[in-house]
C-alpha cells in the first residue's frame, strides 16, 4: 500500500478519513497536530513552547515538527506505508519531505486534497468538544453529533473539554495561513500529477467512498 497525505484546512475530517484508512488497511494514523500535542504535554522547553504556539493558533517552527515527525515516521509500524495528517503544510515543508522520504527509502503515494467551505469549518471547531477519559468527539452546533447530556460524554459519563485552541481566533488565523501557505503546495503536487481532490462537504461516508474509488485506481 503506498502512503496517503491528507491536506485539508483544520477540523475538515483528516482525522475521520484517516482513522477510516487505517482500520481499513491497518495503516498507522500519523497526525503532526498529534505528535506536537503528545509532546506539549512535556514539562521542558520545547513543550512549553510547543503549547504556546498552538495554544495563539500559530505554526511551530518547522524544524521541530520536522524532526519529532522525522523520528516518529522511522518507527517499525511505518515501513509498509502510512496516513500522514497535517504535513506538509507548505511548499518548503514539502521539500523537506521529499528528503525525508528519501532517507526513509519511501515514495509520496496519494496527495488528497478535502475541499471544504469556510462556514462548515468555523462551527465544527468551536463546537468541538471532546471526552477526558475515552477521547469520544462531540459537536454542540450540531443536533446530531451533540451529547445528550450537556458536558457529559455519551460513552462513558466522563467530562469534556474545549481543545485550547478551539476557538474563533485561533481558528481565524490557522485558516488563513492556510490559504496563504497551500496553494503553492498544492500546484507542486497538482504537477507532480499525484494530487486528488475531493468534496470535503460532503457526508463522512460519501468521502471515505470517494477516497476509496481514488485509492482503487491506483492499486
Do not use: W
Not at 494514523?29 to 495563539?56: A, N, P, Q
Not at 443536533?143 to 485552541?165: A, H, M, V, W
Amino acid at each position: 500500500m503506498k502512503n496517503i497525505i491528507f491536506i485539508a484546512p483544520p477540523a475538515a475530517g483528516k482525522g475521520t478519513q484517516s482513522a477510516i484508512l487505517e482500520k481499513k488497511y491497518h495503516l498507522p494514523h500519523i497526525s503532526t497536530g498529534d505528535v506536537l500535542r503528545k509532546e506539549s504535554l512535556e514539562d521542558t522547553e520545547l513543550g512549553r513552547y510547543i503549547r504556546e504556539v498552538m495554544t495563539s493558533g500559530g505554526l511551530v517552527k518547522d524544524e521541530v515538527t520536522y524532526d519529532l515527525l522525522l523520528k516518529r515516521l522511522s518507527e517499525k509500524d511505518c515501513q509498509n506505508g502510512y496516513v500522514l495528517d497535517g504535513y506538509p503544510r507548505n511548499i518548503e515543508q514539502a521539500y523537506k519531505y521529499d528528503e525525508m522520504l528519501k532517507e526513509l527509502h519511501q515514495t509520496l503515494g496519494y496527495v488528497i486534497l478535502l475541499d471544504i467551505s469556510e462556514d462548515i469549518l468555523e462551527k465544527r471547531i468551536t463546537g468541538r468538544r471532546i471526552c477526558k477519559s475515552c477521547n469520544a468527539v462531540y459537536n454542540i452546533n450540531s443536533e446530531t453529533e451533540s451529547p445528550k447530556e450537556e458536558s457529559i460524554c455519551d460513552k462513558c459519563g466522563s467530562r469534556l473539554y474545549q481543545r485550547n485552541d478551539d476557538n474563533i481566533t485561533s481558528f481565524k488565523n490557522r485558516y488563513n495561513l492556510y490559504l496563504e501557505k497551500t496553494k503553492p503546495l498544492l500546484d507542486y503536487y497538482r504537477k507532480k500529477g499525484i494530487l486528488y481532490v475531493v468534496n470535503g462537504d460532503d457526508t463522512v461516508i460519501n468521502i471515505a467512498n470517494n477516497i476509496e474509488a481514488i485509492l482503487k485506481k491506483g492499486m
